[in-house]
C-alpha cells in the first residue's frame, strides 16, 4: 500500500496559548511494499509524522492517503496499520501467545474483519479458535518465536519481546507497518541483530513499512529508502546511498555518515574553488562569487600520489589506529583541520607533510551561514 502525505502540517497548542509546529507542509510518499526510514535528530517530528499515519493523531493541515484513499478523517482502528513503539508495550501478565493474540479477541474492528476473513479462507476452515491459532502461530515463526509462545514478557530477552511486538503487530495483517524507534531499548549488539531481523521479516512480508530512528547507521544499514526531517520540514528522501553521496545540503552531510564529514571554509572567485586561502580546482558549473563551507567525507581524501595539479598540501598532526584503518588528523597550509581514512599501515607519520587528493564529484560545496 502506498502511503502519501500532501502538505501535511501539525501543530500542538502550547502553555499561554502559544502553538508549536512540530510538522511542517510535508510533501512525501511512501512507495508501496518499502521499508521507508524516518530519520532526523531528536524533536524533528518524525514520532509526530508517524503517529498522524497511524491516525493517533490529527493532522492539523494536509491529507494523508494510502493508496488513493483519502484516510486523513478514518480514525485508527480503520486504517489497517500495525504498530510497534519503542518500549514494546507487551501485556506482562500474558504470555507471548495471548500477547500476539490479543488484537485480534480484543479489538471490535479487528474481530469484525477476521469473522469476515474466515467467511472466505479457501479451502474454509471448520473452526473460527483454530483459525485464530494458525495467525498467531505464523506470525511467531515469522518472528521466530515459535518456541517462546507459552513464556511471559520477563521471561524474554529486549529483543525477544521486541519480536512479540513486531508479531502482535503483523498477526493483523496490516497493509502498512509503523515501527516507532523500535531498537532504541537495545544493546549495541541485539540492535543489529534485530534490525536485520526487522528488514527480514519486511522482505518476507512485503508489508510497506515506516521506521523511525535517529541513528542515522540503522537507517542507512536497513532501508530501501530514508526521508530526513529538521525541524518539522522535509530535507531530502531517496535510497541511503544516493542521500549520502549527493546530500541536498549541509544538515544532511553533516547527519549522514559516521565519522561526520571533513567541513572547512573555503571560498569561490571567478568560478574556481578555493580551500581556505589556496586555489584548489575549477568548478564545473557557473557559481557567483562567495565564500563556502567545503565537505569532504574521510573516505573520500587520500595522498596524491600522482602529482595532480589538484593536490592540495596539509601536515600530519595526529594519527589515530583503530582496527584495520587509522583516522590521520591534518592541518591545511591556512590551520584549518581536515580528517582522513588510511589503512593502519599506512607509512604516514606525525609533522609529515603530505599533498592530498579528494575527487571534485565528492567535494560538496554549501553556502556558508
Ligand atoms: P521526534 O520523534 O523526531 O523526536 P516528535 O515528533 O516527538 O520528534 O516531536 C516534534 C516536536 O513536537 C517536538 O518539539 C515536541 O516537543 C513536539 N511535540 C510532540 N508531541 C507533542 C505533544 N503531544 N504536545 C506538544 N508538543 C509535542
Request: charged content about 25%; hydrophobic content about 40%; some cysteine.
Amino acid at each position: 500500500m502506498q502511503v502519501r502525505l500532501e502538505q501535511v502540517t501539525k501543530t500542538f497548542a502550547g502553555s499561554k496559548n502559544t502553538q508549536a509546529t512540530a510538522v511542517k507542509e510535508l510533501d512525501v510518499t511512501i512507495a508501496s511494499g518499502k521499508l521507508v526510514g524516518l530519520l532526523g535528530p531528536s524533536g524533528c517530528g518524525k514520532s509526530t509524522t508517524l503517529f498522524m499515519i497511524a491516525g493517533i493523531h490529527d493532522v492539523s493541515e494536509g491529507h494523508i492517503y494510502f493508496g488513493d484513499h483519502d484516510v486523513t478523517a478514518l480514525p485508527s482502528d480503520k486504517r489497517g496499520v500495525g504498530i510497534v513503539f519503542q518500549n514494546y508495550a507487551l501485556y506482562p501478565h500474558l504470555t507471548v501467545w495471548d500477547n500476539i493474540a490479543f488484537p485480534l479477541l480484543n479489538a471490535k474492528e479487528m474481530k469484525k474483519r477476521l469473522k469476515q476473513r474466515f467467511a472466505e479462507l479457501s479451502p474454509p476452515m471448520a473452526n473460527f479458535k483454530a483459525y485464530i491459532q494458525r495467525l498467531v502461530e505464523e506470525a511467531a515463526k515469522l518472528v521466530e518465536l515459535t518456541a517462546y509462545l507459552d513464556r511471559k514478557p520477563a521471561e524474554l530477552s529486549g529483543g525477544q519481546q521486541q519480536r512479540v511486538a513486531i508479531a502482535r503487530a503483523i498477526v493483523k495483517n496490516p497493509s502498512i507497518l509503523l515501527l516507532d524507534e523500535p531498537l532504541s531499548n537495545l544493546d549495541a549488539r541485539l540492535r543489529v541483530q534485530t534490525r536485520d531481523e526487522i528488514k527480514r521479516i519486511q522482505k518476507q512480508t512485503g508489508i510497506t513499512t515506516v521506521f523511525v530512528t535517529h541513528d542515522q547507521d540503522e537507517a542507512l544499514s536497513i532501508c530501501d529508502e530514508v526521508i530526513i526531517l529538521k525541524d518539522g520540514v522535509l530535507q531530502q528522501q531517496g535510497p541511503p546511498q544516493e542521500v549520502y553521496d549527493h546530500p541536498a545540503n549541509q544538515f544532511v552531510a553533516e547527519f549522514l555518515g559516521s565519522p561526520q564529514i571533513n567541513l572547512v571554509g573555503g571560498s569561490i572567485k571567478a568560478n574556481k574553488l578555493y580551500l581556505g586561502n589556496e586555489e584548489w580546482f575549477a568548478l564545473p558549473e557557473s557559481l557567483s562569487d562567495q565564500p563556502v563551507n567545503i565537505g569532504v567525507r574521510y573516505e573520500n581524501i587520500r595522498p596524491d600520489r600522482e602529482n595532480r595539479k589538484q593536490a592540495f598540501e596539509a601536515t600530519v598532526t595526529s594519527i589515530a589506529r583503530t582496527g584495520g584503518t587509522s583516522t590521520v588528523q591534518v592541518r591545511l597550509a591556512d590551520g584549518q583541520p581536515m580528517r582522513l581514512h588510511r589503512d593502519s599501515d599506512d607509512v604516514l607519520q606525525e609533522g609529515d607533510r603530505v599533498r592530498l587528493y579528494a575527487r571534485p564529484r565528492t567535494v560538496y560545496i554549501f553556502n556558508a551561514e
